[in-house]
């Protein structure tokens, strides 16, 4: 048994109901491309019978490995965690299972990839099932991204979901910052990359594991882990404060040596320490941010743990035949 030329990796939380349906359509999608492919199927402490439905496909075809990671980690870090086991030799895709990104994709992408492509990224053309406050404020994140990112530019409506190269791969996981932001880490390492454009589809079935919070935390994550930008700005707003009291400091000079100096009222005077106030507090929160990060990163501690790893059978007996 060969070594699988593609490994599908797919980061799973409390994904029961979409896994039954989402295997056989990516089965079929991979069995037509005609290369020996594998599957890693990553659970990321799910509560419910994610863990077993799982294990129930590895058990029934041998092209399934399944991960098991010891609590939660976030989708992130389980995303790492599937890519640092995959066993493939040519390429490797992402994908999630909540089947908003369809399999059907897979062969295209790897068809674009063929033209001397290390990246193949599926872009969204259409985003359908998404209301138009969340399509607003994605929008808003890329553009900013976009200014922010200097060299490092991220795809417009690009996700995880996407091909790289073996060599691509291997680049990716020489990174092992403890602050993930993968789509980031994806348009950081380079090599020549192809968009493909698709439209995505409604979440199959379950609930979305994103509310409103944890993308504001994503995207804070993002603009801190891929530009110092915000510590700039932080200057920029600090210098026009500046210059804003010193023409007020002027004015006030020239009013009380020409025209007297009658004392202010009481309620500008606080709304000026306010403003001033909160603008510094905003700024040490925006220093804090990094200085967080720095901590994390001088502990130099694993990304995660594996409580249980089942390799495919392709994995599997490979191994076992170089070991011998």
């Known amino acids: 048994m060969t070594a699988p030329a593609l490994s599908v990796v797919v980061p799973c939380f409390n994904e029961q109901e979409v896994l039954p349906e989402f295997h056989p359509r990516l089965a079929a999608a991979m069995d037509g491309i005609g290369l020996p492919w594998e599957v890693v199927y990553v659970n990321d402490g799910s509560r419910d019978g994610t863990l077993a439905l799982m294990e129930a496909l590895a058990a029934r075809d041998g092209r399934v490995a399944v991960l098991n990671l010891s609590r939660n980690f976030g ?19 992402v994908i999630d299972a909540d089947l908003q990104d369809p399999p059907e994709v897979i062969p295209r992408l790897v068809e674009a990839a063929r033209g001397g ?13 998404e209301g138009w406050l969340k399509k607003a404020t994605a929008a808003g994140f890329y553009r900013v991204m976009s200014r922010l990112g200097g060299r490092v530019q991220l795809p417009r409506d690009t996700g995880d979901f996407r091909l790289m190269s073996r060599r691509a791969l291997d680049a990716l996981l ?26 995505r589809a409604p979440r199959a079935a379950g609930e979305t594991k994103w509310n409103w919070w944890k993308l504001w935390n994503l ?22 404060v500046s210059v804003v009291a010193l023409a007020y400091l002027a004015q ?5 040596a020409f ?25 040490l929160g925006v220093i804090g941010e990094y200085l967080g990060r720095v901590f994390n990163e001088t502990k130099a501690r694993p990304l995660y743990f594996v409580e249980r790893h089942i390799p495919s059978a392709a994995h599997q007996q490979v191994a076992q035949r170089r070991a011998s």
């Not at 492509?117 to 099932?129: E, I, K, L, N, T």
């Not at 006030?252 to 009380?256: D, G």
């Not at 025209?259 to 700024?283: D, E, I, R, T």
């Open 259 to 283: 025209f007297g100096n009658p004392v202010a009222g009481y309620p500008s005077l606080m709304a000026v320490v306010l403003f001033l106030g909160g603008v510094q507090m905003m700024m």
């Open 174 to 199: 020489a990174m092992r910052e403890q602050h993930r932001f993968m789509k980031g880490l994806f348009a950081w390492v380079g090599f020549p990359a192809v968009a493909v454009p698709y439209e």
């Open 252 to 256: 006030l000079l020239f009013r009380t």
């Open 219 to 240: 995207s804070l994550e993002g603009i801190t882990s891929f530009t110092v930008g915000p510590l700039k700005l932080a200057t920029y707003l600090g210098l026009a």
């Open 75 to 93: 989708k992130e870090i389980a995303l790492t965690a599937g890519l640092d086991h995959a066993a493939c030799t040519d390429a490797v895709i």
């Open 117 to 129: 492509f290390d990246v193949a990224y599926a872009q969204r053309s259409v985003r359908h099932g």
